[in-house]
């Protein structure tokens, strides 16, 4: 069965960290471009980062250029969303996606509160 499972959110004070991992199964995880979307309730998901096959290239939305960072590691078969210097804005359900597949994983639920 192909399936994508997020983990690592929480409840983070502003300023602090939060490194999201994404495990996937089932599937060539190493062919395919892997991205990080996230979503509030009521409004649609906003595609945060992609990263390519190989790693070398990844994008990132303009909210989260300077904070955040996508990595991954084929061997494990895991995504990561480093997340640095959250927001209150950045509250949010993070998803892993794999466009290619159509595989979205359960979401995993990030607040960012004092």
């Known amino acids: 069965q192909e399936q994508l499972v997020e983990s690592g959110g929480g409840l983070v004070q502003p300023g602090e960290s939060l490194r999201l991992s994404c495990a996937a199964s089932?599937?060539?995880?190493?062919?395919?471009?892997l991205s990080w979307f996230r979503q509030v309730a009521g409004k649609e998901r906003e595609l945060v980062a992609t990263?390519?096959?190989?790693?070398?290239?990844?994008n990132l939305a303009d909210s989260v250029k300077g904070r955040f960072t996508i990595s991954r590691d084929n061997a494990k078969r895991t995504v990561y969303l480093q997340m640095n210097s959250l927001k209150a804005d950045d509250t949010d359900v993070y998803y892993c996606?794999?466009?290619?597949?159509?595989?979205w994983g359960q979401g995993t639920q990030v607040t960012v509160s004092s």
């Open positions: 990263i390519t096959v190989g790693g070398a290239t990844t």
């Open positions: 996606r794999c466009i290619n597949r159509n595989l």
């Open positions: 089932g599937f060539a995880f190493s062919f395919y471009a």
